[in-house]
């Protein structure tokens, strides 16, 4: 039983999903973010950065547990362990990790930074929501050249699918649909119907994200005890 320390956001999804897929046993250690529970030094152990999702796996590679932080590490971990949704053979291997590079580096930090500019920022600055839009559309665009001419984002599903769908799936609010991206559309639209994702998107959906956040809450995710020393 692999546990899985969680919250349920873009990247919390990206594990669940993979679990869900494979029917791989695992349990679910939430970490509240917004009551600062990654800030715990039980949590830093295994999560330096203070982020979730991280796993702790009591049979690691040499039968030993093993804990590992970062989603795209997870998913690259766990798809090497079960043999599934990441290729043996180096040149599919090689296709599915820079497409989830794509992601970890591209679509995840520049749709972040445009939500954040958009929805929590005290102040609305015009240029920083210009910027991380127009950077998070193209990388959209990107992504349905790519999807053009094949079904998934390396040409079978994979973790780079898993990866890059819980930050895509929900643009239509953030960005202004998928019109310019019809690809990408019809990408969503067949994940979505997929029940694995389905029950991936479900864990803890009944925890909702308040329509106004607290002081509290928004110092410790984008102020002062985010930046506190460890």
Known sequence: MIDLYYWPTPNGWKITIFF????VPYRIVPVNIGKGEQFTPEFLKISPNNRMPAIVDPDGPDGKPISIFESGAILVYLGEKF????????????????????????IGPM???????RRYAPEKIPYAIERYTNESKRLLRVLDGRLADRPFVAGDYSIADMATFPWVHAVDEALGGFGETPHVARWVATLRARPS??????VMKD???????????????FGARQFAGR
């Open 197 to 202: 994702v389905e029950r991936g998107l479900a």
């Open 111 to 117: 749709f972040g930074q445009a939500g954040h500019f």
């Open 83 to 106: 043999g599934q949704f990441l290729p043996r053979e180096p040149r599919g291997r090689y296709e599915v990790l820079e497409w989830l590079m794509f992601q970890m580096g591209g």
């Open 207 to 221: 925890v909702r994200r308040p329509a106004e956040m607290s002081d509290e809450a928004r110092s410790i995710l």
């Open 20 to 23: 869900e897929e494979t029917g």
